[in-house]
Antibody
Framework: EVQLVESGGGLVQPGGSLRLSCSAS????????MHWVRQAPGKGLEHISL????????YYADSVKGRFTISRDNSKNTLYLQMSSLRPEDTAVYYC?????????????WGQGTLVTVSS | DIQMTQSPSSLSASVGDRVTITCRAS??????LNWYQQKPGKAPKLLIY???SLQSGVPSRFSGSGSGADFTLTINSLQSEDFATYYC?????????FGQGTKVEIK
C-alpha cells in the first residue's frame, strides 16, 4: 500500500523558514517523480514544485521560485521542501504527492497533508 | 499559463441522480486531463486520468470524456459517498493547473 506521510508543518513568523518532510513507503520511491501541492484554507489546489525520480530535474511555480527548494533522499525514501522567506500567503496545507508515471503530469497518491501557518 | 474553468461551481443533487461536471481549458491540451475528488479535511483522490481512464479502485459509475479543450466528468447514479468537491487538472504544460472546483451537495 502506498503511503506518504508529511511532517514539519507548524506556525512560523513572516520571513521565517520551515522544512517539510515526506516519508514514502509501499512503492519504489526512486522510480517516481514527486510533487508538492498546496491548498490555502477554503481555497483550491496549487501545484508548487516537482522533482524527477533521480533528482536531476526540478520545477517551481513562480509563486515560490527563489524561496522554496525541493529535494529528495532516495536512500531514505524521503522528499523534502525547504521553505524560506515565508509570507502570510504561503499559509496552506502542503501535500506530498506521487506522480503516476514518468510524465510528471498526474498525481496518483497524496499524503494527508501538513498545515503551514505564516503569521505574527 | 493554461487556465482551467469548471462549471458549475456547485450543484445540488439527490442520491441516484446522474451528475455532469464540465472543465474547459484555455488552450488545447489533447487528453492531458485528470479529475480528482476531495472530501472535507481529506487529501484529493485521483479518479480519472488521461481524460477517460479510470484509476484503479475507483467505482465504474465515474467516467470521463473529452479531448482538446472541453472535458466532462460524469457520475452515474450518485451515491452518498460521492458528495464532495471535484477538481480537474491539466498535465499538458507547466505550471500544472487545476480548475477552481465543483462542490456536489445533497439536495
Amino acid at each position: 500500500e502506498v503511503q506518504l506521510v508529511e511532517s514539519g508543518g507548524g506556525l512560523v513568523q513572516p520571513g521565517g523558514s520551515l522544512r517539510l518532510s515526506c516519508s514514502a513507503s509501499g512503492f519504489s520511491f526512486s522510480s517516481y517523480g514527486m510533487h508538492w501541492v498546496r491548498q490555502a484554507p477554503g481555497k483550491g489546489l496549487e501545484h508548487i514544485s516537482l522533482m524527477s525520480s533521480n533528482g536531476g530535474s526540478t520545477y517551481y511555480a513562480d509563486s515560490v521560485k527563489g524561496r522554496f527548494t525541493i529535494s529528495r533522499d532516495n536512500s531514505k525514501n524521503t522528499l523534502y521542501l525547504q521553505m524560506s522567506s515565508l509570507r502570510p500567503e504561503d499559509t496552506a496545507v502542503y501535500y506530498c504527492v506521487k506522480d503516476r508515471t514518468y510524465l510528471y503530469d498526474t498525481f496518483d497518491y497524496w499524503g494527508q497533508g501538513t498545515l503551514v501557518t505564516v503569521s505574527s | 499559463d493554461i487556465q482551467m474553468t469548471q462549471s458549475p461551481s456547485s450543484l445540488s443533487a439527490s442520491v441516484g441522480d446522474r451528475v455532469t461536471i464540465t472543465c474547459r481549458a484555455s488552450q488545447t491540451i489533447a487528453t492531458y486531463l485528470n479529475w480528482y475528488q476531495q472530501k472535507p479535511g481529506k487529501a484529493p483522490k485521483l479518479l480519472i486520468y488521461a481524460a477517460s481512464s479510470l484509476q484503479s479502485g475507483v467505482p465504474s459509475r465515474f467516467s470521463g470524456s473529452g479531448s482538446g479543450a472541453d472535458f466532462t466528468l460524469t457520475i452515474n447514479s450518485l451515491q452518498s459517498e460521492d458528495f464532495a468537491t471535484y477538481y480537474c487538472q491539466q498535465g499538458y504544460g507547466k505550471p500544472l493547473t487545476f480548475g477552481q472546483g465543483t462542490k456536489v451537495e445533497i439536495k
